[in-house]
């Protein structure tokens, strides 16, 4: 059950990525030149998704993997090219069919279900290993880990998602985004400090049977975010306080 401070992030997200930010977010996913500031971008969110695709087995053939937030699809196409069944979903349907259309010459063989809607559908099924790439990073701490004991009822294997950092110059950057005209804002990112994120993990009932297992944080230029891995424990155990540290 989401709250209704998930639902009213999840409906501005909507419109910021179907609409507001969708050329540039189409842009940054390619190639095609970018300013300096969003190369750094760019050049940090592929260190992070090659980072999280080196937390999922070699090979993920018969592994089901869920995307969570799949944008312009990068993630799922090289999980697909790997063997795995992707079910790649995402709130703004611009997007997901720039996602289908740019992973069809991709994909030889392989395919992905690609779905326009909540990553917290329980109709998607149970999954393998949920991937949540910079997609839960514009919730609040409260409404991430609800997010995340859902998904982990319906995963057997692990969890591997990024939250934002609380740095001093993010904070910095925060102050400076609102001085830009309401329209033009990107809905905030809630950053989330290490001890916040191993004590609300701690707090909930449905994560128990997972443990943090690797951590690793990318700075580049202007993108910094922490990975998290959250590994299913077989059989489960009471939650360890010890386990990887944010780097
Ligand atoms: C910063 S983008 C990251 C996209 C992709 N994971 C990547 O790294 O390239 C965040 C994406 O999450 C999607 N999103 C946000 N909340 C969502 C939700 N509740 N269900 C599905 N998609 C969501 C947004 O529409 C957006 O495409």
């Not at 992973?103 to 392989?110: F, I, K, M, P, T």
């Not at 609040?140 to 934002?164: C, P, Y």
């Not at 950053?191 to 191993?198: D, F, Q, V």
């Amino acid at each position: 059950m989401t709250s209704t401070s998930y639902a009213a992030r999840r409906s501005q997200l909507t419109t910021y990525f179907d609409r507001t930010a969708v050329e540039a977010w189409a842009r940054l996913t390619t190639d095609a030149p970018v300013s300096k500031i969003r190369a750094t971008v760019r050049a940090g969110r592929d260190a992070m998704r090659a980072n999280l695709l080196s937390w999922l087995p070699d090979d993920l053939t018969g592994r089901r993997i869920l995307d969570a937030g799949c944008g312009t699809g990068a993630l799922s196409v090289e999980a697909a090219r790997r063997g795995a069944e992707v079910v790649a979903i995402d709130v703004s349907p611009t997007l997901v069919d720039l996602a289908r259309e740019r992973s069809a010459e991709l994909l030889g063989g392989h395919r992905i279900d690609f779905r326009v809607g909540d990553m917290l559908d329980p109709r998607l099924g149970h999954f393998d290993h949920v991937v949540a790439m910079d997609s839960l990073i514009h919730y609040s701490a409260g409404d991430i880990f609800r997010a995340l004991a859902e998904l982990g009822l319906r995963t057997d294997g692990s969890l591997v998602f990024t939250v934002a950092p609380r740095t001093a110059l993010l904070t910095l950057m925060h102050a400076a985004g609102r001085l830009f005209p309401r329209g033009d804002r990107a809905p905030a990112i809630v950053p989330i400090t290490e001890g916040g994120l191993r004590r609300r993990i701690g707090g909930e009932a449905a994560l128990a049977g997972f443990a943090v297992g690797r951590t690793q944080r990318v700075n580049s230029g202007f993108y910094l975010s922490n990975a998290v891995e959250l590994k299913r424990l077989d059989p489960p155990q009471p939650f360890p306080q010890g386990g990887g540290r944010l780097s």
